[in-house]
């Protein structure tokens, strides 16, 4: 899809995008092989010196390239470019002040999810992000993403697609949960629940309740993996009016089982 992206070029907004796929210049190659430009000389030259560094930026993969320059409603584009090195991250935190601190992060590669835990495994999280050229949150830029520059001392420099903006140019409203439920996707008893639920479990995890732990460890980590199957659900929703068929397949569903497991306890 972004190969059929114009509306990251300076000067051309998603109105005069749609012009072109109306006109049939679907791709990129197609304006660069066009033989009657639709815009004056200058504008067609600062469009083909653009197409110019996208090609380079998608084939050297660099995410923030595209980020950077499309609105926000759209950014969701990049994702099956990255789609093998992307990261679904989810955090759960003591409260929402600048006091509170991050008590379990989740990370999903697609494949499988790791629920690191304050106090025991939490350091490892910076290793890990390392392996990835993309960052998926759900309000990330607003929540989780300032815990984690905060609790580490860093600057994330990982490329970051927030699907909260994208869904609601898609007129999904409200916080992740809710939109879950509209678009149907399920979650077991024991992986519900909501920022203060998170909060309770932790603090009678530390109380020395063990299943506390098990049951926000999975409740986390439901939150990482259904963020991949928000990106997709974004994604085709967001691209139904580009002419050619770019839909993706919906990721398969998770057993968060071994979650007791694998926290060793």
């Known amino acids: 899809m972004l190969t059929?992206?114009?509306?990251?070029?300076?000067?051309?907004?998603?109105a005069a995008e749609r012009r072109l796929w109306e006109r049939g210049c679907l791709t990129w190659r197609a304006f660069q092989q066009l033989r009657r430009p639709f815009f004056s000389a200058a504008k067609t030259q600062s469009v083909l010196r653009q197409i110019g560094e996208a090609e380079v930026a998608?084939?050297?993969?660099?995410?923030?390239?595209?980020?950077?320059?499309?609105?926000?409603?759209?950014?969701?584009?990049?994702?099956p470019h990255f789609g093998g090195n992307t990261g679904y991250i989810d955090i759960e935190t003591t409260?929402?002040?600048?006091?509170d601190r991050i008590t379990t992060v989740a990370l999903y590669d697609g494949n499988q999810v790791t629920v690191f835990v304050e106090g025991r495994n939490l350091p490892e999280l910076l290793a890990e992000l390392s392996r990835f050229q993309l960052l998926v949150t759900f309000n990330g830029a607003r929540f989780d993403l300032p815990f984690l520059r905060h609790r580490f001392g860093i600057d994330l420099r990982t490329p970051h697609l927030d699907l909260l903006p994208v869904l609601r140019q898609l007129g999904f409203r409200g916080g992740q949960k809710q939109v879950e439920k509209r678009l149907g996707l399920p979650r077991e008893a024991d992986e519900d629940g909501d920022g203060k639920e998170a909060v309770r479990l932790w603090q009678h995890y530390e109380e020395g309740d063990s299943e506390s732990l098990v049951r926000l460890a999975r409740y986390n980590a439901r939150?990482?993996?259904?963020?991949?199957?928000l990106a997709v659900e974004a994604y085709n929703r967001a691209v139904q009016t580009y002419p050619m068929p770019v839909r993706l397949p919906l990721p398969p569903p998770l057993d968060l089982s071994f979650i007791r497991n694998a926290l060793a306890l």
């Open 223 to 229: 939150d990482a993996v259904n963020l991949a199957r």
């Open 95 to 99: 409260g929402l002040s600048s006091d």
């Open 58 to 79: 998608l084939r050297a993969r660099i995410a923030d390239w595209f980020l950077n320059r499309l609105p926000p409603g759209q950014q969701i584009r990049v994702l």
């Open 4 to 14: 059929g992206t114009f509306c990251c070029f300076q000067g051309l907004g998603e």
